[in-house]
């Protein structure tokens, strides 16, 4: 199973995703994977034709807008957010915690969670043929998709996970204190 989550809107990039699946399977006998995506937005009815188009109805799902989405995530083998821009990914660092193995285009702040071949692997936008192949090679590799998952883990935790937070807000304080001359006790 491969996914995303977000918006479903031009800029997030989901056709190119549909596109990469169409891809996925050909010359080689394989079966195709099943691809979820989670999330709603003004692109649905586009992305639904784009899938009748190229005969995937048998492989995509469109979940919706989901209250949590960790179980959605703990059933995607591959996380992909092929943004054609982008900021720093809510659902990109969601699915990192959730130690999935990521593909991600090279765009906006994806590059800032993402360090290729170490956390997971950046793509460039626009381009369905290489997407594809990086799900492929994360699909067929499940011992390399585990490594790049967990040392994901490991990094978005240490930046982003609570205790870093904490830290990072109690050093504020102290420089706030400190710039009023109080000392901490």
């Given at each position: 199973?491969?996914?995303?989550?977000?918006?479903?809107?031009?800029?997030?990039?989901?056709?190119?995703?549909?596109?990469?699946?169409?891809?996925?399977?050909?010359?080689?006998?394989?079966?195709?994977p099943?691809?979820?995506?989670?999330?709603?937005?003004?692109s649905?009815?586009a992305?639904?034709?784009?899938?009748?188009?190229?005969?995937l109805?048998?492989e995509?799902?469109?979940?919706?807008?989901?209250?949590?989405?960790r179980p959605?995530?703990?059933?995607?083998?591959?996380?992909?957010?092929?943004?054609w821009?982008?900021?720093?990914?809510n659902?990109?660092?969601?699915?990192?915690?959730a130690?999935?193995?990521?593909?991600?285009?090279?765009?906006?702040?994806?590059?800032?969670?993402?360090t290729?071949?170490?956390?997971?692997?950046?793509?460039?936008?626009?381009?369905?043929?290489?997407?594809?192949?990086?799900?492929?090679?994360?699909?067929?590799?499940?011992?390399?998709?585990?490594?790049?998952?967990?040392?994901?883990?490991e990094?978005?935790t240490?930046?982003?996970?609570?205790?870093?937070?904490?830290?990072?807000?109690?050093?504020?304080?102290?420089?706030?204190?400190?710039?009023r001359?109080?000392?901490?006790?």
């Open positions: 199973v491969v996914g995303t989550v977000g918006r479903l809107e031009r800029r997030k990039g989901q056709d190119q995703l549909i596109a990469a699946l169409a891809e996925l399977g050909h010359g080689n006998g394989a079966g195709r099943q691809a979820v995506l989670v999330g709603d937005g003004p649905r009815a992305l639904a034709a784009q899938v009748t188009r190229l005969g109805d048998q995509v799902r469109f979940l919706g807008m989901l209250p949590d989405v959605a995530l703990a059933a995607m083998d591959v996380f992909v957010l092929p943004s821009e982008e900021g720093m990914s659902a990109l660092m969601e699915a990192m915690a130690e999935r193995p990521v593909v991600a285009t090279a765009v906006g702040g994806n590059g800032e969670l993402i290729h071949e170490r956390t997971g692997l950046l793509v460039p936008p626009g381009d369905p043929r290489t997407l594809a192949q990086a799900i492929g090679a994360l699909l067929q590799d499940p011992a390399r998709a585990a490594r790049l998952a967990h040392e994901a883990r990094m978005v240490q930046r982003f996970g609570i205790q870093a937070r904490v830290a990072e807000l109690e050093q504020l304080y102290l420089a706030r204190l400190a710039a001359g109080w000392r901490a006790g």
